[in-house]
């Protein structure tokens, strides 16, 4: 293997406890797109423009993509007994990709002192970072406050979580904790490349050159937080269902449309403390796979 190239996308199960080799949907494709000199030359074309990730979400919002569910449904992770309808019933490839599902597929810790993951994922999770240290992603340059567009004020430390969404996930996100949204989220401008780790091995920066929406939100109990979507290749669109206002803990909050993408939390790290797991897996270089609403931090005070 050459250097920087992936060999294996390993988990630690959460709710199992084992480690796992992750199924990728796609996964030759994305392998020659960001680990073949041919592929690397086509980045203008695959990841600098909207053009292939509308056309994508054209398709995949027509009749004609019906037949891919199969596909996906049959891929290990992905749990269509768990949707509101049989994978059959979907109009279309992306109805079944955003479903939602059966009441109480996704509960959360009612504890108030508790913060729930918003997404499906794989789960990094990282504290005490200064808003002007790069992003937490080996090699990466550009800094936590330049993927939060200069939000971030001075001077303080940051916990961070970075929870990424596979295809095979519910692709529906929530608010983790009761909370009051200030505005409507900022919209970023950028490019699309895949968020998967063998993407991420190539291109480290890619959270802040890629498309994404930022909210911030506030919290009695955690003051100030950021809630980011990052968009990616063959993402249709980012899709905000919820408005400025006062919501409750996993209200949802929106969803992302076909293709792999990220959800980050950001919160000032005086207030928050995340679970012990998640941080001894992230110091071992593991992603912790988990659900929505789980627990994965709780308040300090």
């Known amino acids: 293997m050459k250097k920087n190239h992936v060999k294996s996308i390993m988990l630690k199960n959460r709710i199992t406890g084992e480690v796992q080799v992750e199924t990728v ?7 020659f797109c960001y680990e073949t ?3 690397r030359g086509l980045w203008g074309f695959l990841f600098n423009t909207s053009f292939l990730s509308k056309l994508f979400g054209l398709y995949y919002d027509s009749f004609l ?4 569910i199969r596909s996906l449904a049959s891929i290990p992770g992905c749990n269509a007994a768990e949707a509101e309808l049989p994978p059959e019933e979907y109009s ?3 109805a079944f990709f955003t479903r939602k599902l059966k009441k109480g597929s996704r509960p959360s810790d009612p504890d108030p002192i508790r913060i729930s993951s918003p997404a499906d994922g794989r789960i990094f999770v990282y504290r005490s970072l200064p808003e002007n240290a790069p992003v937490p992603v080996k090699g990466a340059e550009k800094t936590l406050n330049m993927l939060c567009c200069g939000l971030l004020p001075e001077g303080k430390k940051y916990a961070v979580a970075v929870i990424r969404l596979a295809p095979v996930d519910y692709h529906r ?3 983790p904790c009761d909370c009051i949204q200030e505005s409507v989220p900022l919209v970023v401008r950028g490019k699309y490349h895949s968020v998967n780790p063998v993407a991420l091995a190539k291109r480290p920066d890619l959270f802040v050159e890629n498309t994404r929406q930022i909210t911030t939100l506030f919290s009695s109990d955690c003051g100030k937080f950021y809630f980011l979507e990052v968009g990616a290749f063959g993402v249709g669109s980012i899709v905000q269902t919820s408005v400025p206002g006062r919501h409750c803990k996993q209200d949802e909050k929106g969803y992302f449309k076909f293709g792999g993408s990220t959800v980050i939390l950001i919160f000032e790290d005086e207030k928050i403390r995340w679970d012990e797991d998640l941080l001894k897996n992230t110091a071992e270089g593991m992603e912790t796979l988990i659900l929505c609403g789980a627990s994965i931090a709780t308040l300090k005070k």
């Open 173 to 175: 996100y929530h608010v």
């Open 37 to 39: 000199l041919l592929g």
């Open 92 to 94: 279309s490839f992306n």
């Open 25 to 31: 949907f796609g996964d030759k494709v994305l392998r």
């Open 65 to 68: 993509s019906r037949k891919a």
